[in-house]
């Protein structure tokens, strides 16, 4: 991202740790962002095409576990730069800490929020990685309710919606962007 970070592409340890850009040039990755992967045509002949339900968010993430499954490896090229504006975010000031927030449209918090827990419930995926999401789903909950606490309920709406339909399997597009 702008901040120098490797964006949207991580390692499992129990949890997502996102790669450190001070190790090697070359790393492994467990997860990345739609955000500049090359793919090979073999693999995506073999694996299909991204779940287009998901519609937006966590597509990327479903798509790379999909291909540690199936035993593909990945690759993060350490300086590889490329520009990605994932929209607004917001510098808060929180106990001594500035955090980076990013400010999404409750439409993104509901596609967020349910293509995580319906990847993230599927039955070859570790009990670890549901404890994430509803950390992470709570972290996202606070950062809502501090960065934009006039959009924070609406958020919160969404966020609770995008839990059940995950829970339940309804995928498409059912908020629309606005």
Same mark, same amino acid.
């Given at each position: 991202?702008?901040?120098?970070?490797?964006?949207?592409?991580?390692?499992?340890?129990?949890?997502?740790?996102?790669?450190?850009?001070?190790?090697?040039?070359v790393?492994a990755?467990?997860?990345?962002?739609?955000?500049? *992967?090359?793919?090979?045509? +073999? =693999? /995506?002949?073999?694996?299909? #095409?991204?779940?287009?339900?998901? $519609?937006?968010?966590?597509?990327?993430?479903?798509?790379?576990?999909?291909?540690?499954?199936?035993?593909?490896?990945?690759?993060?090229?350490?300086?590889?730069?490329?520009r990605?504006?994932?929209?607004?975010?917001?510098?808060?000031?929180?106990?001594?800490?500035?955090?980076?927030?990013?400010?999404?449209?409750?439409?993104?918090?509901?596609?967020?929020?349910?293509?995580?827990?319906?990847?993230?419930?599927? *039955?070859?995926?570790?009990? +670890? =990685? /549901?404890?994430?999401?509803? #950390?992470?789903?709570?972290?996202? $909950?606070?950062?809502?309710?501090?960065?934009?606490?006039?959009?924070?309920?609406?958020?919160?709406?969404?966020?609770?919606?995008?839990?059940?339909?995950?829970?339940?399997?309804?995928?498409?597009?059912?908020?629309?962007?606005?």
């Amino acid at each position: 991202d702008s901040s120098g970070a490797a964006y949207g592409i991580s390692r499992w340890k129990g949890r997502f740790v996102r790669l450190n850009r001070s190790d090697a040039a070359v790393q492994a990755a467990d997860t990345f962002a739609f955000v500049g *992967p090359l793919l090979s045509t +073999r =693999a /995506v002949r073999e694996l299909g #095409l991204p779940i287009k339900d998901y $519609f937006i968010w966590f597509d990327d993430v479903e798509y790379s576990l999909r291909m540690m499954r199936h035993g593909k490896r990945t690759l993060a090229v350490r300086d590889a730069v490329i520009r990605h504006d994932f929209g607004k975010s917001r510098t808060l000031h929180f106990f001594g800490w500035k955090i980076r927030v990013a400010i999404h449209a409750p439409w993104k918090v509901y596609y967020g929020a349910r293509n995580q827990l319906y990847t993230l419930t599927r *039955p070859q995926i570790e009990w +670890r =990685a /549901v404890l994430f999401y509803f #950390l992470s789903q709570a972290r996202m $909950f606070l950062r809502n309710l501090i960065a934009q606490p006039f959009k924070a309920p609406l958020c919160t709406w969404m966020q609770l919606r995008g839990f059940v339909h995950g829970i339940r399997g309804k995928l498409g597009i059912v908020v629309l962007p606005s």
